[in-house]
């Protein structure tokens, strides 16, 4: 398991291996917000816990397709399906590499785009923690997409068809413990949502994404 | 002790072979033939667990077959002692230095397997077979895109396996000089079509 955790971070390190994909389309999309919206430090202060995860979302709905899609391209998810690891173990190792060299990035840059944005003094902590709290939940739910577009070639709008809908509940309640830390509210109900979808992805959907992968491999 | 009874396969919804038995015993090594597209690879890969069978029984103890398919499985950007030593992690062993001698990449250890030619490939991907610890090879042409050179390693590697009590079952077309080897051509099993197949008969 750990092999397969530091083969994936170190192929995602590599050239080509889509490390930085995210975190330049994230990037760009929070520094081209301000010239779009204009001169208005206000409105973008409104606007700017929204449009952070919404860009983090998007950013890490871009590196979806390669979870799976070259394990199965060069051979290795046969080799793996039939190795002693259990398939349920093998993606969510995947999500976690998936998290470590995209979702964690995100949450590490989005206190310093945050200024590009005017966020308020108050918003900076509770986007961190809801980004943190967040993100895993994007990478298991990403990763049981994947598993089901794993051997469509370009699979990847049908991808992002499948994972949009099961992302807007991670949206509406990370952006809202964003949004009310930022303005000075009382952030514990969306917290503690946001806190339990990301629980219930992980424990529940990588024995989904396994018996897909199952089904897939056919 | 890998024992195959009755099996019918199908490939698509559709059954490809059926009635194959066979029994192999540590030591002996099975070379399966026949046409292109007579369901081979399909038979493979239900042996390895890969697909379920229509019918049939496959006995195999847990834990002690490996699968070489028609890719190797190797990752590009990581070079080739990298790529054996995850098979290895992976298969819980340490040695990978024995494998990299039987298919002679030493000279190749350090170049990152993407710049590899086809046949080093091939033979980084039979070299993952040596680091699996694994009883029963199950090999889907095993020998493609090699040179006389090293097919003769591969025989070699493959002899070394049975003598230490391994078995091996392989898909092929070209004659390996394994005169140990028995022969399935699995022509002869073809299967008629299913007879609850009437698909469009469902929709009438």
Known sequence: MIALLLRDIRLAMRAGGGFGLGLSFFLIVVVLVPFGVGPQSALLTV??????????????L???????????EDGSLDLLAT???????????????????????????APVLGLLLNLSEAGYKWL????????????????????????????GLLLSLLVLPLYVPTLIFGAEVARRGAEGFDVTTPLLMLAGITCGTIALLPFASAAVLRVNLR | MLEVSDLTIARGGIAVLEGVSFTLAPG???????????????????????????????????????????SDGIKATLTVTENLKFWAEVFGHKDYLTAIEAFNLGPLATRPAGALSAGQKRRLGLARLL?????????????VSL?????????????????????????????????????????GYRAKPLADHDFDGAFL
Request: overall charge neutral.
């Open chain 2, 147 to 187: 040179d006389t050179e090293a097919v003769a390693m591969f025989v070699r590697a493959v002899r070394g396996h049975l003598a230490a009590g391994g078995m091996a079952l392989m898909a092929t077309h070209i004659d390996l000089g394994l005169g140990e080897a028995q022969v399935l051509d699995v022509a």
């Open chain 2, 131 to 143: 680091v699996t610890g694994r009883a029963i090879w199950v090999l889907d042409e095993p020998t």
């Open chain 1, 83 to 109: 190795s002693p690891l259990p398939m349920e173990g093998i993606v969510s190792v995947k999500a976690l590499a998936h998290w470590l060299t995209t979702g964690l990035p995100l949450v590490a840059a």
């Open chain 1, 62 to 72: 871009l590196s979806l397709d390669r979870i799976l899609a070259l394990d199965w």
């Open chain 1, 47 to 60: 606007i700017a816990p929204g449009i952070l995860w919404l860009g983090a979302l998007l950013a890490c």
């Open chain 2, 28 to 70: 002996q090594v099975l070379v399966v033939r026949g046409p292109n597209g007579i369901g081979k690879t399909t038979l493979l890969r239900t042996v390895a667990g890969l697909q379920p069978p229509v019918s049939g029984r496959i006995a195999v103890p847990p834990e002690s077959l490996v699968y070489a398919g028609h």
């Open chain 1, 128 to 155: 961190i923690i809801s980004l943190f709290l967040g993100t895993p939940a994007l990478s298991v739910i990403g990763t049981f997409g994947a598993a089901l577009t794993v051997g469509l070639k370009r699979g």
